[in-house]
């Protein structure tokens, strides 16, 4: 599925570089999702996005920056990130929150990171 | 609080064996329930989904999944496996005018030919 896209696939990071991680969706969704996967946890959720606006940060060190430019694209800013944040970043995209229960997420490949 | 359940951890089947992976809930209503799959490198994809209605739900690849109030499960099966099949399954249920995805810890399925 080509619906949404994320780059990098891969990327390998030290603890003081400042990067981005970018995912589009052209599926004409209005909301957007950041979850973080790592070895040996269920899937986290770090941040949704509607209409452009944050509506749920989940507890997410701010080392973990979102934007939201429009509905098509959603960025993870990077810095200062510690070994322990190496996982796999999946982005993911929905209609509408606002439509309530009827609603499916549709995911990224993901980015895999790994903090040196 | 919420959760999902999946018990088995892995789960080995020889190629053309029938296939159930089982998935159990915590929630006071009846949430919307989804099976997703992952490939070794790759994102989740939706195999099927149920909000309402006939409790025997049909996905892509021939799976299929039933819900089952009484039990609060919602189980995977495919009646002939194919090595292609072989990945990791997720379950995951969220609340009605929620957002919120709530994902069990994934069972591995391995394929013997």
């Known amino acids: 599925e080509t619906g949404v896209t994320q780059t990098p696939r891969h990327l390998v990071m030290g603890m003081t570089n400042k990067k981005s991680l970018k995912c589009e969706q052209h599926?004409?969704?209005?909301?957007m999702y950041w979850y973080k996967q790592s070895a040996k946890k269920p899937l986290e959720l770090m941040f949704v996005y509607s209409l452009e606006e944050r509506v749920e940060n989940n507890s997410v060190p701010s080392r973990f920056s979102p934007e939201c430019p429009n509905s098509s694209h959603l960025f993870l800013h990077l810095h200062t990130l510690q070994p322990e944040d190496s996982a796999l970043y999946l982005c993911?995209?929905?209609?509408?929150?606002?439509?309530?229960?009827?609603?499916?997420?549709?995911f990224g490949p993901g980015t895999r990171l790994l903090v040196l | 609080a919420q959760s999902v359940t999946q018990p088995d951890i892995h789960i080995t089947v020889s190629e053309g064996a029938s296939l159930e992976l089982r998935c159990n809930y915590s929630?006071?209503?009846?949430?919307?329930l989804f099976w997703y799959v992952q490939s070794p490198g790759q994102g989740l994809q939706l195999l099927l989904k149920?909000?309402?209605?006939?409790?025997l739900v049909q996905g892509i690849k021939g799976f299929e999944a039933e819900f089952k109030r009484s039990q609060s499960s919602f189980n995977l099966r495919k009646p002939s496996v194919h090595w292609s099949d072989a990945a990791e399954y997720f379950c995951?249920?969220?609340?009605?005018?929620?957002?919120?995805?709530?994902f069990g810890s994934g069972t591995r399925l391995l394929v013997r030919p």
């Open positions: 149920y909000f309402s209605g006939d409790t």
């Open positions: 599926l004409g969704h209005n909301a």
């Open positions: 993911a995209s929905s209609q509408d929150r606002w439509r309530g229960g009827q609603e499916t997420q549709y």
């Open positions: 995951a249920v969220r609340m009605d005018s929620s957002y919120k995805l709530i």
């Open positions: 929630y006071g209503a009846t949430p919307y």
